[in-house]
């Protein structure tokens, strides 16, 4: 075919295809077809070799003016595209700004903080101070400076996880009682809050658990002024008709010891399911502080008397909440937790 024919017909077939062109990236695939290395124009210009010497020069005019316009079609209808892509993409990706912002669910403090926030807040406002022991404990703290000595059966009462034959996770708050009281003289008025473990799992007990330990000593302390303290703490937390009850107990700590019951604020005494029927519930341990340990920390017991309580935070969560499973209180189900609201 003659190449003027060709060239025709080149820019015929361009100027069909260039119409059904919609993308810049179908436009790049036919600018190769037309353009590329191996593409129709530049095997033409291969071909110049057999066109004889002397029509060589307005040959090659031809193809180049060919080339050039070739290039100028694509060059327009690309930037008509791109504009107008681009447009689509801005439509695309607009953002209205006076739209309502995502709404996220608001926080809220889990049972067992709230609990132990207005627990706090009761014994701060009859005065006694915060202190908070270390969870990794020495036997010392937890057991022998508790009058709980080695092979001491107490210590049964507490399964323990041992780190080492010394170091152990503390298996209750009272271990500050013996840090606050060898490094204060009294009058002392300490409250202490936080972890304690026990080798214990059901539906009433966690390896790890929460416990307020409540310090008192000073000069003529009787167990009239542990019940005074402990009936006002109890309607401030349960409400103005909840009675106390002490029943006497073991701790290897106090002496003598008891078991802090309160009348039940469910049923008001008459026996329900949440007081099995008893009329009492019980909150936590008590007594009057050991002379033995007082004596270990340098107080003389002639002089200074002293009273301690000792309540499980979850367990008080559990009875003023109504909450059936202590699993609830660690497992972080949020289905559970965003019923408390404080
Ligand atoms: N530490 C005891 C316990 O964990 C509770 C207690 C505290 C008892 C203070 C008496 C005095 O069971």
């Not at 132990?116 to 022998?144: A, H, Q, R, S, V």
């Amino acid at each position: 075919m003659d190449v003027k024919e060709k060239i025709k017909q080149i820019e015929n077939q361009i100027e069909d295809t260039i119409k059904d062109i919609k993308s810049s990236q179908t436009l790049q695939e036919i600018k190769l077809k037309f353009l590329g290395k191996s593409g129709e124009i530049s095997s033409l210009m291969k071909n110049m070799r057999d066109v004889p010497p002397e029509e060589r020069p307005s040959m090659g005019k031809l193809l180049n003016a060919l080339r050039q316009w070739t290039e100028e079609q694509f060059n327009k209808l690309e930037s008509g595209l791109k504009s107008i892509e681009l447009e689509k993409r801005y439509a695309n990706e607009k953002i209205d700004v006076t739209m309502p912002g995502l709404d996220l669910p608001d926080g809220a403090y889990h049972p067992t903080t709230l609990v132990t926030k207005e627990l706090i807040n009761i014994f701060l406002g009859m005065g006694f101070e915060i202190f908070e022991g270390p969870e990794i404990e020495n036997d010392y703290y937890n057991f022998t400076a508790l009058n709980t000595p080695k092979d001491h059966p107490a210590r049964d009462m507490q399964d323990t996880f041992y780190l080492s034959e010394n170091l152990l996770l503390r298996t209750q708050t009272s271990s500050g009682q013996i840090r606050v009281m060898e490094n204060k003289k009294p009058p002392i008025k300490i409250l202490s809050p936080g972890k304690v473990y026990r080798s214990d799992d059901d539906a009433t007990h966690s390896p790890m658990f929460s416990q307020m330990e409540m310090l008192v000593v000073d000069k003529g302390l009787t167990l009239c002024d542990l019940q005074g303290m402990l009936d006002e703490f109890v309607k401030r937390i349960f409400g103005r008709g909840v009675k106390t009850r002490l029943r006497p107990s073991y701790f290897p700590f106090t002496e003598p010891s008891v078991e802090v019951d309160v009348s039940c604020f469910e049923c008001g005494g008459s026996g329900c399911r949440l007081c099995k029927g008893t009329g009492w519930i019980e909150v936590g341990g008590a007594g009057m502080v050991n002379r033995r340990v007082l004596e270990g920390c340098g107080i003389n017991p002639d002089e200074y008397t002293g009273f301690a309580f000792g309540l499980g935070i979850e367990r008080i969560a559990m009875l003023k909440y109504g909450i059936n499973n202590m699993k609830l209180l660690f497992e972080g189900d949020t289905r559970f937790l965003k019923q408390f609201k404080g």
